[in-house]
C-alpha cells in the first residue's frame, strides 16, 4: 500500500518560512504528479502547488512567488518552500500522489500562522 508521509509543519509568526516534506513509500518515478493540497479552515480543500514527473509546476494564484515546489530525485522527496506566509496560509497542507488512475493522500501537516 502506497503512503505519503508528510510533515514539516508548525507555528510561524507572519512573513516566516517553512519547508514542508513529502516523502513516499515507493519512488517518486512511481507518480504522474506530486502536489500540495491545503485545508484552510472554513474552506474547501484547494490546490496549493503540482509538479509533473516532466518538471512542470502550478501554483494557486494566491501563493505566487511566495511558495515552491521541487522534488529531490535522490532523496524521493517533494518539498514545498513557503516565504512571506500570512495568517491567510494557515491551514493542514497535504502532500498529494497521481500515478494516472489514483490519488494517494498524506495524513497532513498543520501549518499555523500567527504573532
Known amino acids: 500500500q502506497v503512503q505519503l508521509v508528510d510533515s514539516g509543519g508548525g507555528l510561524v509568526q507572519p512573513g516566516g518560512s517553512l519547508r514542508l516534506s513529502c516523502a513516499p513509500s515507493i519512488t517518486i518515478f512511481a507518480f504522474n504528479s506530486m502536489a500540495w493540497y491545503r485545508q484552510i479552515p472554513g474552506k474547501e480543500r484547494e490546490l496549493v502547488a503540482s509538479?509533473?514527473?516532466?518538471?512542470?509546476?502550478n501554483y494557486a494564484d494566491s501563493v505566487k512567488g511566495r511558495f515552491t515546489i521541487s522534488s529531490d530525485n535522490a532523496k524521493n522527496t517533494v518539498f514545498l518552500q513557503m516565504f512571506g506566509l500570512e495568517p491567510g496560509d494557515t491551514g493542514v497542507y497535504y502532500c498529494n500522489a497521481n500515478n494516472g488512475l489514483m490519488d494517494y493522500w498524506g495524513k497532513g501537516t498543520l501549518v499555523t500562522v500567527s504573532s
Open positions: 509538479i509533473s514527473s516532466g518538471g512542470n509546476k
